[in-house]
């Protein structure tokens, strides 16, 4: 397939053309239009499923010239989501808790920019950067301090939208130092154990008393990966960190299951357990893997990780979508998210597989939003499940919000730097080096 046109000023290029384009951008303006009388009654907070996860739509809504209203709109659901930081007990993960908030804040503030609001944004997020060194400081169990969701994973990626600020900085030296102390270490590298504690379902706990080690981007060794490459890329702290990295890698590569199209990833480790491949995600399975090597690849300057990295992902792109496990369209674990992520790597490296899987997801997307659609005027809050709609209400990772921005990433120029929660890019910084 020919290369997407570049955007005009951040480098970002639109994936889908002609009616295709016109498809996706209506249903993103159907998807705001339905969610607009729903968003002031949303009274969760967070990033992943609430009012700063909404925040960060209208935001990009706004960016792009779509929606009515939509930079007033996200500056009134951030400040819902602060005030709730204020009224609501939330806790310290950076999807569920106050960090994600903080970490949407500084990513509206820095878009939409020059309003009222700037100053009280910034003194919020210095609040946040005390009260998170001050969590990573004290001293407690992290059964998985290696969880993008919400172990000390999540809180380096809001640490790293906030530097260069010293406060960012001490924020990713504790975080390496837990990702150092917690790590383990076999014959094939480094790696991270997730306790029993740290498994949210209980009845994998159950199935697991010893724990396991996950190979997922969500809560395992994958995440742990692509954050580690981000702070290569920083300048952060890079001989604690490239050691760490570098055996991470390794022992990562080593878990692959050799099949007959090629090697590809379970879902996790464990004794007595027989790998299988797992199903094809962000969340887990080879899509998820392959981005977090090639951003490790790309932040440590390791070419052989980079090809890996789209060797994986094209493997992915090439399986027959029966065979994906792709059952919703959300994006933590469906068709929105399949398509962003091969997406993100098709901007990066102009592979046609990677292009073509892209529009299938995205395709595959929109089939299902149309289905959903003829429910009634407030489709898109639908939630997941037979006969109900392929996503869980107006969320980031599981909703119709995620399912949007995905949808104007492919179909307009506007750089989608919302994707940094998931570990598909990063900002370009200058991290503090030391220690």
């Known amino acids: 397939m020919p290369p997407p046109v570049v955007g005009p000023a951040s480098g970002w290029r639109p994936l889908l053309s002609g009616s295709t384009r016109l498809r996706a951008l209506r249903t993103v303006d159907a998807i705001a239009e339905s969610i607009a009388p729903l968003a002031p009654g949303e009274r969760d907070p967070s990033l992943a499923g609430g009012q700063a996860g909404l925040a960060v739509l209208y935001a990009w809504l706004a960016e792009a010239g779509r929606t009515p209203q939509a930079r007033d709109l996200a500056w009134q659901c951030l400040d819902r989501a602060i005030e709730g930081m204020a009224t609501d007990a939330l806790g310290s993960s950076f999807w569920e808790g106050f960090p994600g908030i903080a970490w949407a804040a500084e990513l509206v503030d820095r878009l939409l920019g020059d309003d009222a609001e700037d100053g009280a944004v910034t003194v919020e997020n210095e609040v946040v950067d005390d009260a998170v060194v001050h969590l990573l400081s004290q001293p407690r169990e992290w059964p998985a301090p290696h969880d993008l969701v919400v172990g000390a994973t999540g809180l380096g990626v809001y640490a790293l939208e906030r530097c260069p600020r010293p406060s960012a900085a001490e924020c990713l030296y504790l975080v390496v130092d837990l990702l150092e102390d917690s790590a383990q270490q076999d014959e094939h590298g480094i790696y991270w154990w997730t306790r029993p504690a740290g ?237």
Do not use: K
């Not at 099949?259 to 299988?276: C, K, Q, R």
């Not at 399986?319 to 091969?342: I, K």
């Open 199 to 435: 498994i949210r379902q209980l009845e994998d706990r159950e199935e697991y008393p010893s724990g396991r080690a996950d190979l997922g981007m969500a809560h395992g060794v994958p995440g742990a990966i692509a954050l580690l490459g981000a702070l290569c890329s920083a300048g952060v702290a890079p001989a604690r960190v490239r050691p760490l990295l570098e055996g991470a890698v390794r022992w990562l590569l080593a878990q692959a299951v050799v099949t007959e199209s090629g090697p590809t990833f379970p879902i996790w480790v464990a004794p007595g357990l027989d790998p299988v491949p797992a199903r094809c995600a962000w969340c887990y399975g080879d899509p998820g893997v392959a981005a977090a090597l090639w951003t490790a690849g790309h932040g440590a300057g390791e070419p052989a990780w980079v090809a890996e990295a789209v060797a994986l992902a094209c493997r992915a792109a090439e399986r027959p979508p029966a065979e994906t496990g792709v059952d919703s369209a959300c994006f933590c674990h469906g068709s929105a998210g399949l398509g962003h992520l091969y997406n993100r790597l098709y901007q990066a490296t102009g592979e046609p597989r990677l292009g073509r899987a892209a529009v299938h997801w995205l395709e595959r997307t929109l089939e299902w939003c149309d289905s959903a659609r003829d429910d009634g005027p407030q489709w898109a809050a639908g939630s997941a499940g037979p006969g109900r709609g392929p996503w869980s209400g107006l969320e980031l990772t599981r909703g119709a919000v995620g399912i949007a921005l995905a949808l104007l990433a492919a179909a307009t120029p506007v750089a989608p730097c919302w994707d940094r929660m998931f570990l598909l890019s990063a900002p370009h910084v200058s991290g503090a080096h030391g220690r």
